[in-house]
C-alpha cells in the first residue's frame, strides 16, 4: 500500500515538473518610449508682473510735511515735485549763511587788493582765501538744503501710495511715498537649483496671462540670482517688450515657460522607474518585437525631480523600454505589454 502511494506521488511530480504550458500567464509590465532630451522641451513656472522700478522716496532733510502736491496713482514726470516739506527755518538758515557769505567775501578781496599791493603778508592772504572757501561751501550747503524740501520723482512713473500724512515731522531719509515706473514691466519666477545649473541651456522664455489665454507674450531674459533664497530657489528677472498691448500691469501673475536649447551630445529622456542597478552599472529593459527583454547598460547624466532620467546616447529615441517592474525580470523572458488606458474606459474598470 505504501508503495502505491509512493508511486502516484511520483507521477503527480513529473507532470508538474514537465514544460511550460503554452496558455501559462506571461508577467505583465508597463513600457514606455526614449524621448530625444532636449528637443522642444519646455518647463512651466509661476511668476508675477512687476514694476522695472519700484522706491519708497525720502527727503535728505528732517521737517514737517507741507502738502502733496501728487494724488495717489497720477502719472508722474522725472524732475516733478511730488512732496514739499515746510521751509522756513532752512530759508531763515540761508538768509542769515547768506549775509555771513557777503561779509566775508568783501573783507577778503580787500585783503586780496592789498596783498597784490604788498600792503598785506602772505598770512592775511591765505587766511582770507581760505576763509572765503570755507564760507562758499557753508553757503552752497544752505542752498541745498533749503532745495532738499522739494521731494522730485527720479523717473517717469507712477504715485503708488503716500506713505505718511501731511503734517507728519520727518526725519532725514523716512519714507514719504511709493513710486513705480511707468515704462514696461518685468516678470519675476523662481527656478529651483535643478534648473539653474542648466541655465546655459535656456533657449527662450514665454508668458500666458489669464487676460490674454490664447497668446503667448515672449519675453527676454534680465538677469539670474545667483544666490538662492531662503526656499533654496533662484530669481529670474524677465523683461517685457514696450510695444506689447495690451501691457501686463504690476501684481498680474502669469505662467512662464522656458525652452531648452538642445545638447550637442546626444542625450535621451526615461522615466527614472526604468533604470535598475546590475552591479554597479545602471541598466534598462529594452523590449524587443517578439515581447522578450534584453538588458542595455546606460550612462545616467541627470535625475530631475520631476521623474525624469537623462541618459547617454546608449538608447535611441523611439526604443520601446520596461518602465515598471524592471526588478522581476530576466535576460531573454517573454512578457505581456500593458495598453494604454483608454480615454473612454478610465480606471480600465471595462
Known amino acids: ?37 532636449g528637443e522642444s522641451r519646455m518647463l512651466e513656472f509661476p511668476g508675477r508682473v512687476k514694476a522695472a522700478q519700484e522706491v519708497n ?21 522725472q524732475g516733478q515735485v511730488l512732496v514739499e516739506l515746510d521751509p522756513r527755518d532752512y530759508r531763515l538758515q540761508l538768509e542769515a549763511v547768506e549775509a555771513e557769505y557777503r561779509r566775508i567775501k568783501a573783507q577778503a578781496e580787500r585783503i586780496m587788493a592789498l596783498h ?10 591765505d587766511k582770507a582765501r581760505y576763509g572765503l572757501q570755507q564760507i562758499e561751501a557753508k553757503y552752497r550747503n544752505c542752498k541745498n538744503q533749503l532745495a532738499d524740501t522739494e521731494l522730485r520723482a527720479p523717473f517717469d512713473g ?6 505718511l500724512d501731511r503734517g507728519t515731522v520727518v526725519g ?30 535656456f533657449a527662450g522664455f514665454e508668458g500666458t496671462f489669464d487676460f490674454w489665454p490664447d497668446r ?6 534680465l538677469s539670474i540670482s545667483p544666490k538662492a533664497n531662503a526656499n ?46 546590475d552591479g554597479q552599472q545602471s541598466c534598462v529593459w529594452l523590449l524587443n518585437a517578439d515581447s522578450t527583454v534584453s538588458k542595455r547598460a546606460v550612462q545616467v547624466l541627470h535625475l530631475h525631480s520631476d521623474g525624469t532620467a537623462v541618459v547617454g546616447p546608449q538608447l535611441t529615441a523611439g526604443e520601446r ?6 526588478h522581476s525580470l530576466h535576460e531573454g523572458q517573454k512578457v505581456a505589454p500593458m495598453t494604454d488606458a483608454s480615454t473612454t474606459n478610465v480606471g480600465g474598470l471595462l
Open 57 to 77: 522716496l525720502g527727503f535728505k532733510v528732517a521737517g514737517t510735511l507741507q502738502r502733496f502736491l501728487v494724488a495717489e496713482g497720477e502719472a508722474v514726470r
Open 321 to 326: 523600454i520596461v518602465t515598471a517592474g524592471v
Open 172 to 201: 532725514a531719509g523716512m519714507p514719504v511715498v511709493s513710486l513705480i515706473s511707468g515704462g514696461a514691466p518685468e516678470v519675476e519666477i523662481n527656478i529651483p537649483g535643478s534648473e539653474y545649473v542648466r541655465r546655459d541651456e
Open 216 to 221: 503667448k507674450i515672449p519675453l527676454t531674459l
Open 116 to 125: 597784490a599791493d604788498g600792503a598785506a603778508t602772505d598770512d592775511d592772504y
Open 158 to 163: 507712477f504715485v503708488q501710495r503716500h506713505l
Open 232 to 277: 533654496q530657489l533662484y530669481t529670474v528677472r524677465l523683461g517685457i517688450a514696450p510695444h506689447t498691448d495690451p501691457m501686463p500691469a504690476p501684481g498680474m501673475n502669469t505662467m512662464v515657460g522656458i525652452t531648452f536649447r538642445p545638447s550637442e551630445e546626444s542625450r535621451n529622456g526615461i522615466p527614472a522607474t526604468a533604470l535598475f542597478a
Open 1 to 37: 500500500m505504501r508503495t502505491r502511494i509512493f508511486v502516484w506521488v511520483s507521477l503527480l511530480a513529473v507532470g508538474c515538473s514537465g514544460p511550460q504550458k503554452q496558455g501559462e500567464r506571461l508577467p505583465s509590465v508597463q513600457t514606455g518610449t526614449v524621448e530625444a532630451y
